[in-house]
């Protein structure tokens, strides 16, 4: 059984499902910082600069 990851809170107080993209609760988006591919793309961006400064 896979446990679920509930790190932030929605606006309604609901904790919401890391990845989930609305409020499974009051149907509001979550915020842009409870998606799963967030850490990914903060990675990349950060790769990406440090790559570009040693060119
Ligand atoms: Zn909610």
Redesign the pocket.
């Known amino acids: 059984m896979v446990k679920e990851i509930r790190i932030f809170?929605?606006?309604?107080?609901?904790r919401?499902r890391y990845g989930a993209s609305?409020?499974?609760?009051?149907?509001?988006p979550?915020p842009i910082w409870n998606r799963w591919w967030l850490p990914l793309v903060l990675v990349a961006v950060i790769g990406a600069g440090i790559w570009l400064n040693r060119l």
């Open positions: 809170r929605c606006s309604c107080n609901h919401l609305s409020c499974s609760y009051c149907f509001r979550t």
